[in-house]
T-cell receptor, first 114, second 114 residues
Framework: EAGVVQSPRYKIIEKKQPVAFWCNPI?????LYWYLQNLGQGPELLIR????????DSQLPKDRFSAERLKGVDSTLKIQPAELGDSAVYLC????????????FGPGTRLTVL | GQSLEQPSEVTAVEGAIVQINCTYQ??????LSWYQQHDGGAPTFLSY????GLEETGRFSSFLSRSDSYGYLLLQELQMKDSASYFC???????????????FGKGTKLSVIP
């Protein structure tokens, strides 16, 4: 069974440019999460989806970040415009349900903003 | 808000036993999870404790004391491949929300030496 797929794995952009990350969760997983992980830190939740509905986006900086999960399967996280401080790893995870104890993480997208 | 404390680094000898402690402060506590992350890799689920006591899975065990807001991960018969970062994560929720959020600690970098 395929795990959580993310692309691209690495992205280097200049500040003020837009960037998008894509995630395909494990088949059948209704809950999808986007996390941000800074170097030497644990993942921090940005947004959680139940099917196509964003049910927890309180930590998402809405002035520049947006996300969508139109058909309740794959998801896209966008930053526009990117700032230097956005350099981090963006992790996508999925779980069978919001009550599941285990989350399955993708390999992440490492973003460098110059 | 939530806060978690775990040692930043631990070094242990191959074949030995190591314990990684985690203390937490949170409201609406439901359980404590542990994740392993190798450099450049995805976090992977190790264990989840909702009730007090010890849970054993192969060489890894996890313990929780809800009254002490404390847990630990025990790794036995250490192998070189166990060198990684280990994150404790508190699972908490909001009354009536029917869902949970994971808040991660900053991680403990374990180095296994020959």
């Amino acid at each position: 069974e395929a795990g959580v797929v993310q692309s691209p794995r690495y992205k280097i952009i200049e500040k003020k440019q837009p960037v998008a990350f894509w995630c395909n969760p494990i088949s059948g997983h209704n809950t999808l999460y986007w996390y941000l992980q800074n170097l030497g830190q644990g993942p921090e939740l940005l947004i959680r989806y139940e099917n196509e509905e964003a049910v927890d986006d309180s930590q998402l900086p809405k002035d520049r970040f947006s996300a969508e999960r139109l058909k309740g399967v794959d998801s896209t996280l966008k930053i526009q415009p990117a700032e230097l401080g956005d350099s981090a790893v963006y992790l996508c995870a999925s779980s069978l349900s919001p009550l599941a104890s285990e989350q399955f993480f993708g390999p992440g997208t490492r973003l460098t903003v110059l | 808000g939530q806060s978690l404390e775990q040692p930043s680094e631990v070094t242990a000898v191959e074949g030995a036993i190591v314990q990684i402690n985690c203390t937490y402060q949170t409201s609406g506590f439901y359980g404590l999870s542990w994740y392993q992350q190798h450099d450049g890799g995805a976090p992977t689920f190790l264990s989840y404790n909702a009730l007090d006591g010890l849970e054993e899975t192969g060489r890894f065990s996890s313990f929780l004391s809800r009254s002490d807001s404390y847990g630990y991960l025990l790794l036995q018969e250490l192998q070189m491949k166990d060198s990684a970062s280990y994150f404790c994560a508190v699972r908490d929720g909001h009354s009536g929300a029917g869902s949970y959020q994971l808040t991660f600690g900053k991680g403990t970098k374990l180095s296994v030496i020959p």
